[in-house]
């Protein structure tokens, strides 16, 4: 049981490149979501999805991209990133409803 | 204002005393609260889920005022291990989205 999977751990874009942060999860959680963490930010909902094929918006979703194809993967894509986006990513799980989220070991990104 | 405000410290504690934390949400439909603790650079983990007639977990209380909005933690006989950002989290099922606060520093010292 690997719990949440990210990939890369570690990335480095110029500006305008595009990219895809990985996550993954072997828990059969419906909920899956990606937050980003700034310094004195907090974490930051980016976007959500309930379920495979449902997704929706957080706070901060100008720039990303997600789909939900599979219950398991729940991919986030930067279209152009930007400096701004230099962040850490986080994505998490959990069951439906008002659970514990299972965070996975963050991605760290940075925009030059 | 934001939806979650917490103070971000830091709370610079020696060994063994009491330091309390509040967390305050403004969404009144907001239904479940939880307390994770975060280490330097590491991802966020559940310390605790917050009862409406509040919980205690070893040294660790969480208390919900629902009518003045705001969350508490309480640690007692804090250790060295304490020294973490401990992250409120409120949830609002309407919505189905978790909600952080941008965190309190506890630094305990020797």
């Known amino acids: 049981n690997a719990g949440v999977t990210q990939t890369p751990k570690f990335q480095v874009l110029k500006t305008g490149q595009s990219m895809t942060l990985q996550c993954a999860q072997d828990?059969?959680?419906?909920?899956m979501s990606w937050y980003r963490q700034d310094p004195g930010m907090g974490l930051r909902l980016i976007h959500y999805?309930?379920?495979?094929?449902?997704?929706d918006q957080g706070e901060v979703p100008n720039g990303y991209n997600v789909s939900r194809s599979t219950t398991e993967d729940f991919p986030l894509r930067l279209l152009s990133a930007a400096p701004s986006q230099t962040s850490v990513y986080f994505c998490?799980?959990?069951?439906?409803?008002?659970?514990?989220?299972?965070f996975g070991p963050g991605t760290r990104l940075t925009v030059l | 204002r934001k939806e979650v405000e917490q103070d971000p410290g830091p709370f610079n504690v020696p060994e063994g005393a009491t330091v309390a934390f509040n967390c305050t949400y403004s969404?009144?439909?907001?239904?479940?609260f939880f307390w994770y603790r975060q280490d330097c650079r590491k991802e966020p983990k559940l310390l605790m889920s917050?009862?409406?007639s509040g919980n205690e977990d070893g040294r660790f209380t969480a208390q919900l005022n629902r009518a003045s909005q705001y969350i508490s933690l309480l640690i007692r006989d804090s250790k060295l291990s304490d020294s973490a950002t401990y992250l409120c989290?409120?949830?609002?099922?309407?919505?189905?989205?978790?909600?952080f606060g941008t965190g309190t520093r506890l630094k305990v010292l020797a």
């Open positions: 998490a799980s959990s069951y439906l409803g008002n659970n514990e989220q299972f």
């Open positions: 828990m059969n959680h419906e909920y």
């Open positions: 999805s309930v379920g495979a094929g449902i997704t």
């Open positions: 969404n009144s439909a907001s239904q479940s």
């Open positions: 917050v009862y409406s």
């Open positions: 989290v409120v949830f609002t099922s309407g919505t189905y989205k978790y909600i």
